[in-house]
């Protein structure tokens, strides 16, 4: 069971937008502290898609941009993409736990 | 371009301990605007975050596997390791070394770039 909670899958035709959320409390999120997420893609390493909050890095496309509010954050991704498919992880810090990642979302292009 | 490489063993037995290392290409492990970590991944499970350590040897583990890992750092060589004693089954996983960045120590760190990860068996 993650400390942080993200739904387990979502989809999404080509073009169309979607947004994958991640939810934790007043120990992480809740506190203030940022959220980063990543997109794994099949067989490879985690790579950073966003960070504090909502910060893209260099090269990644503008179709992706993360948010927060109160205990929660989300991902969008618009103009989805059959090379979007993958898993997505959220990651913030936890007052208690310190580093934590959310359990997980595999996005799946229809 | 940074890279990150881990190596060890492939397989351990269980009860032994896990030591994996990282070796750090294409910049300093000794720079003092980075931190460096281990997470892990159980075979089609989440990541898991072990700990990290900064170039000076402070370190920061996961409350659920501290009494297990130990982290450390060799400058000299531009490496950083981590130790998993005391191995189950429940250890195998890809672990995979990666750089925490961010203004903060531990605090709203981020990772980037990320190793290829290595995979790990704990089976007799």
């Known amino acids: 069971q993650s400390v942080l909670t993200q739904p387990p899958s979502v989809s999404g035709a080509p073009g169309q937008r979607v947004t994958i959320s991640c939810t934790g409390s007043?120990?992480?999120?809740?506190?203030?502290?940022?959220v980063h997420w990543y997109q794994q893609l099949p067989g490879t390493a985690p790579k950073l898609l966003i960070y504090?909050?909502?910060n893209r890095p260099s090269g990644v496309p503008d179709r992706f941009s993360g948010s927060k509010s109160g205990t929660s954050a989300s991902l969008a991704i618009t103009g989805l993409q059959a090379e979007d498919e993958a898993d997505y992880y959220c990651?913030?810090?936890?007052?208690?736990?310190?580093?934590?990642f959310g359990g997980g979302t595999k996005l799946t292009v229809l | 371009q940074l890279q990150l490489q881990e190596s060890g063993p492939g397989l351990v037995k269980p009860s032994e301990t896990l030591s994996l290392t990282c070796t750090v290409s294409?910049?300093?492990?000794?720079?003092?605007?980075?931190?460096w970590g281990w997470i892990r991944q159980p075979p089609g499970k989440g990541l898991e975050w072990i700990g990290s350590i900064y170039y000076s040897g402070s370190t920061y583990y996961n409350p659920s596997l501290k009494s297990r890992v130990t982290i450390s750092v060799d400058t000299s060589k531009n490496q950083f390791s981590l130790k998993l004693s005391s191995v189950t089954a429940a250890d195998t996983a890809v672990y995979y070394c990666?750089?925490?960045?961010?203004?903060?120590?531990?605090?709203?760190?981020?990772?980037?770039?990320w190793g290829q990860g290595t995979l790990v068996t704990v089976s007799s």
């Open positions: 990666a750089r925490g960045c961010g203004q903060q120590w531990l605090i709203d760190n981020w990772f980037d770039p």
């Open positions: 990651q913030s810090y936890d007052s208690s736990l310190k580093g934590v």
């Open positions: 007043s120990s992480n999120i809740g506190a203030g502290y940022d």
């Open positions: 294409g910049g300093s492990i000794s720079s003092s605007s980075y931190y």
């Open positions: 504090g909050n909502s």
